[in-house]
Structures are given as C-alpha cells and as structure tokens.
C-alpha cells in the first residue's frame, strides 16, 4: 500500500514573478483553491494520508495553508462563509503533513532525495503540484497509478504525448508498450533536443516511487543544466527493467506556464 505521498516544493516559480517573490506557486489558486491543494486532493483520493513536503525559504505559507488558521475560523464560524473552509478541513482533519527544507535549489532528483528522511524505506507517490491533473470521468491519475503499481510493484512515470518541438520542456521516455496504456521503459532522456528525443512521449508529474530510488539518486552525477535529475535516477532502474510508463486517462494542465495556468482557470471556472 502507498501511504505517502512527496511534494517537492522549493522552487522559486519565476514565470509568475512579481507574484511569486512572496507567493509559493504552489499556492498560486485555480479560482478559490491552491494547486498544491487539488494535488493533496488526488493523492488522499489515491489512499495517500502523509503528505510529505520539500520546502524552501520562503514557503511558510504552504505550512500555514495546511494549518488551523484560529482568528478566521473562529470568527466566521457559524456563517455564511463557514462552508467555504470545509474542503480544507477535511483535509487537515485527515491527513499528516511533514516539511523538510531543501536549502539549494540542485535539481529535481535532489529535491526528492531530500525527502528520504520523511519517506523511509516504502514505495511513495510524487507529485509535482504545477501540473495540475483533472479526470472528470473517474479516477484521478495517481488512483490509476496506484491499481498498476499494485500490479506491477515497481516505479511507474505518468506520460503523455507532446508536440515534438516540446521534447526539450520533457523527460522524454522510450520502450515498448504492454498494452495500449502501459509501456516498459528501456530508455528515458531529460530534457533532449527534439533531434535527440527517441519519441514523443514526455513525463509529467506524477511518479510512483521505489525506494531503492534514493540510493540511486545518490549515485548519479548531476546531468542537464548541472542539476540532478530524477529522470537520470529512474533510467539507472529502466535499464533494470523496472520502470514502467502509464498514459493515464485525464487532462493535464502545465500550471508552470502562464498559458497553462489560464486554461486550467477557464477549464475550472466552465466547470463551476
Ligand atoms: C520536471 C522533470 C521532467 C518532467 C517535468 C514534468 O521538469 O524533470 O522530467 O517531464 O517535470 O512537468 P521541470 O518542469 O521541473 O523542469
């Protein structure tokens, strides 16, 4: 079973800059709620109840949304507005929440080996809230993951097809599929030029972790723009056979891009 879930949460957001100079973009809101909140929604939906959060300086807020807020809640309670917190109280009411700093923003892979101390030696979810997921008909993309990881038991990265301009955006996976959504993934390439890209097929945020993945992390040197990525971990576990990619059924938004922030918002606000 997966019980937790990481949010590596560190990163500075500067496409939203001014906002984001004081504002996490994790809490950055798609009409009333912040991203990193329908990411905590989607992995308590996939049964995850620690919600593990890699921080940084400046991101009190996110430790505060996730808290009880006395002076609001007292004074509203009993109004027309009390129901507006309910959402967040269920949350609060049903899940841990854990906080490690990343202290130097080194890349991906090194956010998430960050989080070793609040995961142990258990297989986890990962989310990266800026890509925000929505399945209006079923399951959310974790749930699904969750079904193959029960299956499959090893590392799965949701993928999705991308325009092959935008490889360069992309981890971009190769391998063969086992069925018309599952692929076993031989090779994987963070970030290639569309010359070097081996298909069209680019992570997004949402994995499902084995352990074994922080020794691994440790291991590796760091790769493209000098970080360390997770791609390059999770190819060291594909070349062993063990990672699997899953084109998962829903719509994803790039909330790190203005364009994908807007469309989410509309895409949200149509559904109200
Ligand atoms: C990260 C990952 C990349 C993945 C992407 C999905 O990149 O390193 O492999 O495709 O998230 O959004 P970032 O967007 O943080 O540069």
């Not at 300086?57 to 007292?74: M, P, Q, T, V, W």
């Not at 723009?225 to 594909?238: C, M, S």
């Amino acid at each position: 079973m997966i019980k937790k879930c990481l949010f590596p949460a560190a990163g500075y957001g500067t496409r939203f800059l001014p906002a984001t100079k004081s504002l996490p973009k994790e809490m950055l809101p798609i009409i009333t709620k912040p991203l990193i909140h329908y990411g905590v929604e989607e992995a308590m939906e996939a049964g995850m109840r620690t919600m593990a959060i890699v921080t940084g300086r400046g991101k009190r807020a996110l430790e505060d949304y996730f808290d009880i807020s006395y002076e609001l809640e007292h004074q509203i309670q009993g109004s027309s507005k009390e129901p507006l917190l309910k959402e967040i109280r269920e949350i609060q009411n049903s899940c841990v929440f854990t906080y490690i700093r990343q202290k130097e923003m080194r890349g991906l892979g090194d956010a998430i080996l960050k989080g070793e101390p609040l995961i142990g030696q258990e297989p986890f979810a990962v989310v990266l809230a800026d890509d925000f997921c929505i399945h209006d008909e079923g399951d959310g993309v974790l749930k699904q993951m969750v079904k193959i990881y029960n299956k499959y038991r090893c590392s799965i990265v949701a993928v999705m097809e991308v325009p092959r301009e935008d490889t360069y955006k992309y981890g971009i996976v190769s391998g063969d599929f086992l069925d018309e959504n599952l692929l076993k993934i031989s090779d994987m390439i963070e970030k290639p030029k569309v010359e070097n890209a081996p298909s069209n097929l680019a992570i997004i945020g949402r994995y499902i972790l084995t352990p074994d993945i922080f020794d691994i992390i440790k291991s590796v040197k760091p790769g493209i723009n000098g970080e360390l990525q997770i791609t390059d971990a999770l190819r060291v576990q594909a070349k062993q056979g063990k990672v699997l990619g899953y084109r998962f059924e829903g719509l994803r938004f790039d909330c790190g891009s203005i364009e994908g922030f807007v469309e989410a918002t509309n895409y949200m606000y149509k559904k109200m």
